[in-house]
Structure formats: C-alpha cells, structure tokens
C-alpha cells in the first residue's frame, strides 16, 4: 500500500461545475476542523470548473438557454481557516454586472454564451484552488481516470497513463457520459468506414470540428438529426459560424433576416422522430412573470404531492404530480384573461384538459396548439406567444408554469421514496416537457426561422423521414419527396442511461459492481448523502453527476450542480473524515 503522504482522503473525478460545487461545499463543511482533508482533482478539460459544457474556447455560437437574469447559481461566502483565507464569490449576476442594472420588466432577457458561464465558473474555481493549492490541501492530475477498485479498505483510481491515486473516498462528479450508439447510427457508422465522401458526427460538440473538417465547402449538403437545442447551435455554426449575420427587423418581435456570406453549405435539413420543434422562453420578465406561480399556488403545490409521498398508499402512475399542478395551470391561465385563447370551459373542465394533456400530448383540443401544422408555422406561433403577439395556448402555459414549478418539484421528489417504475415514468413526463421547459431564447427561434425562410435550412423532411445511406450520400424520402446529403451530424445527446454508457470509468464500475442501477433507462441508486448504494451495502463512492438521475430528480440544469445536495454530501463526508483522524 502507498505511504500515508501519498492516501489522500478525498478524489473529485471531473471538475466541471458539480465538481466545482463538492469542492466549495466540502471545505464549507469543514471550516470548524483542526485538521483538514486534501483533496486530489482529476480533470482533463482545460479550464477547471467549466469542464468541456462550458469552455471558453467554444464558439459564441453556443449559447445558454436560461437567461442572464435567471442563473441561479448561489454565491459562496468566505471562508476564514487558520492559515489562509476563502474569499467569497458572487453570483453570476453581480459578476456579470446585470445586478447593478436597472432593467425594466420589459427590456429583452439576455442570454449569455456558454463561454461566459465558463469564465464565471473557472474564475470561481480559480478563487478557490488557489488557496487551497498553496496551503498543501489540493492536487489536481490534468487526465482521466479509468478504474476505481476497493483494496485494503481505500479506493485505488487509475488515471489514463498508468499512474494510480490511492483515496479513502471518491466524488464521481462527471457529466455527460457516451453511450452506446443506437442502431441507426451504429449502422451509419460502420457504412460510413467504407465510402469516400461521405461523413458522420455522432456527436455535434466541438461544433467547430464540422466546419473544420476536410472537404467542407460551399458545396457541401448537411443533415442535422435531431431538432432541439444542439441543432440550433449547429445552425448557427453553419451561419453565423461562416459569416453570416443574422439582421433585427424588430425589437418587439425579434424577427430577423438572414444575411449570407456565401460560405454556407449548399443544402442543410433538420429532422427528428416527432418533428416539433422547442418551444421558446418568454421574451422578457413582464411576460414570464404571467407564468409564475404565487406563494400560495407553490405551497399548495408542495402539500399535495408531499402528503401523497408520505401516504400509506403504493403510488404507481405521475396523477400525483399532475394533479397538484393542474390547480396552479388553470390559475394562471384564467388569470391572463384575453391574453389567452378563446373559451368558454369552466375552471374544472379546463383542470380536465390540463390533466388529459398532461397524460397524453396527441390530444387535440380548440386550446391546444396543433401537432399537424408545420414545423415552421408551430415556431412563429410559439415565438409570437411569447412575445405576447398571438393568444398563449393551454399547451404553452403548461410548459411554462411546469417549469417554474420543476426546483420545487425536484427537491419533493429527490430520494423519495417512489417505486422505480414510478420514478422512470416521472423522468419520461418531465423529459417530454423539456419541449416546453428548456426552451431556448426568442432568438434563437427566429434565427432558425430566417433560416427557413433564406432557403438555406430545410424543414421539408423534419418529421421522422426515410433514410438510406448509399453510395453517394443519405438519401431522404418523405411524401414522395427525395433529397440527398453528404454529411450526417447527430444532434441528440445522450441520456444518462448507466447501462448503455460506453465510457470506461462508469462501465469499468458496474462491470465489477461498485455500482448498479436503479432502472435500465436511469442511473444508479444514492443515498441522500450521494454515497452509492448496492445490494452490498454503501461504497465509499458518490455519485454527484448526471448518472445518479433517478434518485435525483433535475440533473440537467446547471443550477442543480450547487447547493443543498452537495452540502448533504460534504456533511457526510466530513463527518466519516472525523472519524478516522
């Protein structure tokens, strides 16, 4: 075994923001100590604390889909030790400077690029290993680890390289995580090998890597599979990311032209399996607030679903969840008035719609923006509703109350103590929301809708098309039409499925059962604490990124990254570290 200067009591694996988060949250928990815990880091992303999500290096093309105003990153507060200080850091809003603006409700919600959360959070990070670096108590490793395994009682990690860390304790705080490639693109893949000409990204980040890639030129024809936010980020690489400039014809509505340099590709289409397109946000405070549900609204919400979760009854379908925010939907769209579309439902009959919509989408209602009318017309409605320049349909307000409900709903449901059928059934709901709730900005959907309409972006063949790869290119069919492209970027990103993840850390762990899941469309079993747990018992492993969804519910937002569940981790933590010291 390694000597005891080399035994450090705790790994971070990945410090993007959750790992950010652990390491504020553990020496938080630890201030009252005499001796404190070292902490080794294994990060292989350049800027520590934004990870790959977030790099500054990225293209401004990628943009968030949460508004300067509404990042809810908590800030951190000094932290006095004996020998050195933490200084504090502040939100993203008063790093940015938004808070020292007197913004009126009506002025347009700015979003941020994603490089720019990444400067906020490596800056963070840097205010806080700095201290911690020099003091003696921090070590980063700038690779990858690829095991972890058990012996003597501590945790062996081996990083990609050879070298290995003996620790008492892991935080796995990676994000996200390939998975095994669907039959679709495993097909593609392997045909792909064997043609001249014709290329596949399964992944869409780095964006910059297709427009870097040999051959690309004006000429070339583009297929973007998939039709949420990554796709846009595509768009806008193929755009903007070549030259062209997007021109505001009107402040109010937002909508552009497309001004192109002549560099663009000749041809790009986007398609999915459903063909709708995400909804946007609201397009400044005033209309959002619309949305908001009250005081009361939110405290009746959190008794409902609480005294279902603590009943003695087996619960087995999401009418629990439905049924609590259906009240707070009909409140809010009654309230609006002649803002919405016209009816004339009572309260009951409009909370039945709400609850029938919410089981089941393809119902079709007077109220309900029709799945049958084109890709591009349901975005310049959706747009048009958001700033408030058509009738709010019962569908939008749902999406939009929904997510200013889901950090409720995330805390009441997080550890609960739900079947996990159940439990993969409210995961389902709240990812087909996701349309609704992490809907991008006004502009990002008039961007692509100037696209539409330069003729460069293709919404002919959206909806679930026929593909065949051939000699010469991906062939569409659909409606009798045909088209053909030569390029092929996979815009779908992975969802945190442990058992189809490809990467050798998370797969390296369950093949030797460290760790299992709690559902073959989820991720693995923690306690409150993050600590992974087995049929075995407890391992000294916490499991703090998107792979412990299931357990945890909202993994996906970066505001999820801080707070109370890596306060809950590093308490527990510390706790154990007492003991042994």
């Known amino acids: ?64 889909n949460v508004s300067e105003r509404t990042i809810a990153i908590p ?19 008063h790093w940015s400077g938004y808070a020292k603006r007197d913004s009126p409700e009506s002025e347009v919600d700015s979003f941020p690029s994603r490089s720019k959360l990444g400067q906020f959070l490596n800056e963070r990070y840097l205010s806080i290993s700095k201290a911690l670096i020099s003091s003696g108590l921090l070590s980063i490793e700038e690779t990858e680890a690829d095991q972890i395994e058990q012996i003597d009682g501590l945790l062996r990690v081996r990083l ?26 495993s097909k593609w893949q392997t045909r792909v090998q064997a043609l001249d000409g014709i290329d596949l990204f399964t992944q ?5 890597n297709i427009i870097d890639l040999k051959g690309f030129t004006k000429n070339s024809s583009v297929a973007i599979r998939g039709f949420g936010l990554a796709m846009i980020d595509v768009a806008r690489i193929l755009s903007i990311g070549l030259g062209g400039k997007f021109k505001l014809l009107d402040d109010s509505s937002r909508e552009m032209d497309y001004i192109p340099s002549g560099k663009e590709p ?60 259906a009240p707070i939907v009909v409140d809010k769209f009654v309230a609006m008035k002649g803002d919405v579309r016209k009816h004339s439902l ?31 017309d349901a975005m310049l409605k959706f747009v048009n509703m958001a700033t408030g320049d058509e009738k709010i349909s019962l569908d939008y307000c749902i999406g939009q109350v929904w997510r200013h409900t889901q ?31 992490y809907g991008p900005p006004i502009d990002s959907l008039q961007q692509i809708l100037a696209l539409v309409r330069s003729g460069i972006l293709d ?41 189809k993840v490809v990467s050798p850390l998370p797969k390296g762990l369950i093949n030797t059962s460290l760790i299992e899941p709690i559902h073959d469309k989820l991720g693995v079993r923690t306690r409150e604490d993050a600590l992974i747990e087995t049929e075995n018992g407890v391992v000294p492993v916490a499991m703090m990124g998107r792979l412990a969804k299931g357990t945890l519910i909202g993994v996906d937002a970066v505001a999820e990254c801080f707070g109370n569940r890596s306060d809950l981790w590093a308490e527990g933590f510390v706790g154990r570290f007492k003991g042994r010291i």
């Open 407 to 437: 950090p409720t709903m995330y805390k009441l449901l997080s550890f609960a103590p739900l079947s996990d059928a159940l439990i993969a059934d409210i995961v389902q709901l709240d990812e087909r929301l996701k349309r609704y709730t």
């Open 266 to 325: 000749k041809k790009v289409l986007a398609f999915s399996l459903d063909g709708l397109p995400m909804t946007p946000k609201p397009v400044n405070k005033k209309i959002d607030k619309l949305f908001v549900p009250s005081k009361k609204n939110l405290s009746t919400y959190k008794i409902s679903v609480q005294r279902q979760i603590d009943s003695n009854e087996s619960l087995s379908s999401t009418d629990f969840l439905t049924s609590a925010i």
């Open 204 to 208: 869409p980040y780095p964006v910059k």
């Open 1 to 64: 075994m390694e000597k005891k200067d080399n035994i450090f009591a705790l790994a971070i694996i990945g410090c993007g923001p959750r790992g950010l988060s652990a390491l504020e949250s553990l020496y938080a928990a630890a201030k009252d100590l005499e001796n404190l815990p070292n902490c080794v880091i294994v990060e292989h992303a350049k800027y520590l604390g934004a990870g790959p999500i977030y790099d500054l290096d990225q293209p401004d093309t990628n943009w968030l």
């Open 459 to 499: 919404l002919d063949y959206v909806k679930n098309p026929d593909i065949d790869l051939g000699e010469d290119g991906y062939i569409f069919n659909t409606s009798g039409k045909t088209t053909e492209t030569t390029i092929m970027i996979n815009s779908v990103l992975d969802a945190p499925q442990i058992l």
């Open 160 to 185: 990609v390289g050879g070298k290995s860390l003996i620790s008492h304790e892991v935080a796995l705080c990676i994000g996200h995580q390939p998975i095994k490639l669907d039959d679709q693109l």
């Open 75 to 93: 800030p951190r507060s000094e932290l006095k030790f004996k020998e050195f200080t933490i200084p504090s850091f502040p939100n993203f809003q």
């Open 346 to 376: 009572r309260e009951d009959e409009l909370e039945e719609l709400v609850l029938k919509w919410l089981d089941d989408e393809d119902i079709a209602h007077d109220l309900i923006l029709s799945k049958e009318i084109s890709a591009y």
